[in-house]
């Protein structure tokens, strides 16, 4: 029997939780263009939906994002992923996994 990721994650460090609890007062008030966080009762998971911009292939479509933080956030990046249905592009995975090269 295999266990999900999100049973299996560590709990958030204290850095980590009293970091993220900023981020998310700052994301309540000032969000970014086109970005809004669903609401859930856990601070190492967030639901981001995201509005295509006017005047993209994405315009008038929604999409969300899951980021999971690990233990030790902000010494590690978080992972993203689009919650299926992804949008097509080539960089974006039909499970909604970003392909991200940094260069």
Request: charged share 15%.
């Amino acid at each position: 029997m295999t266990t999900s990721s999100a049973s299996s994650r560590k709990a958030l460090s204290k850095i980590a939780c009293n970091r993220l609890q900023k981020e998310l007062v700052e994301w309540q008030v000032n969000p970014p263009a086109g970005f809004k966080h669903k609401v859930t009762d856990n601070l190492q998971r967030w639901v981001i939906e995201v509005n295509g911009a006017p005047g993209t292939l994405y315009a008038g479509e929604t999409y969300q994002l899951q980021v999971d933080f690990p233990e030790h956030y902000p010494m590690e990046a978080p992972q993203v992923i689009f919650v299926p249905p992804a949008p097509l592009h080539p960089h974006i995975y039909s499970n909604g996994h970003i392909c991200l090269g940094i260069e």
